[in-house]
């Protein structure tokens, strides 16, 4: 049997490329009416269910472009993944306001693992009066944070598209057994 769990990343990357451009189209807005309707909301409310403000299709991508390929895929500190500029240009679209000691020896790296960690634990906040998503890490449960990073939507989504573009480029390289 073939395990698709290493397609996950770049299926994501292409879909959230596809919406993008979909959002641009009269027809999405109408799309998004129509189901908003049929679930009994308020149609002004639609800005929240674009992709731009949409905290479940961030949190979506998240998991699929963070979570699953560090499972999958098993990167350690060292992989050439982390040592890519783009991801490396990322870390200064995030406020990192608390970081642990081991942070800045290969800061790509543990960026990816809060993050990680943070989505696996739900233990992250999404802020809709700054329009800001905090990531907060914990060694373990009841503990104090030793992590926290701040991005802005618009600055996750740039960070979204850099990442994406990095380990849709990795499918295949976990084994499909």
Avoid at 44 to 61: D, E, F, M, N, R
Avoid at 66 to 87: R, T
Avoid at 138 to 160: E, K, V, Y
Wanted: hydrophobic share 40%.
């Amino acid at each position: 049997m073939v395990d698709l769990r290493s397609q996950i990343a770049r299926s994501a990357y292409i879909n959230a490329q596809i919406l993008d451009i979909a959002e641009q189209l009269p027809i999405f807005r109408e799309c998004v009416k129509t189901v908003l309707r049929k679930q009994g909301c308020e149609p002004k409310t639609i800005a929240h269910y674009t992709l731009k403000g949409a905290a479940a299709y961030w949190v979506s991508l998240l998991y699929c472009l963070i979570v699953v390929p560090k499972e999958v895929f098993g990167l350690d500190e060292n992989d050439c993944v982390y040592q890519a500029p783009e991801l490396r240009q990322g870390l200064g679209l995030f406020e990192i306001t608390k970081k642990t000691p081991k942070f800045d020896t290969h800061p790509t790296f543990y960026l990816i693992y809060h993050l990680r960690n943070s989505l696996s634990h739900a233990n992250f906040s999404i802020w809709q009066e700054t329009d800001a998503f905090e990531f907060r890490d914990r060694p373990r449960l009841g503990a104090q944070d030793n992590f926290c990073a701040t991005i802005t939507s618009q600055n996750l989504g740039r960070f979204l598209s850099d990442v994406g573009r990095l380990l849709a480029n990795r499918e295949g390289a976990a084994s499909d057994s």
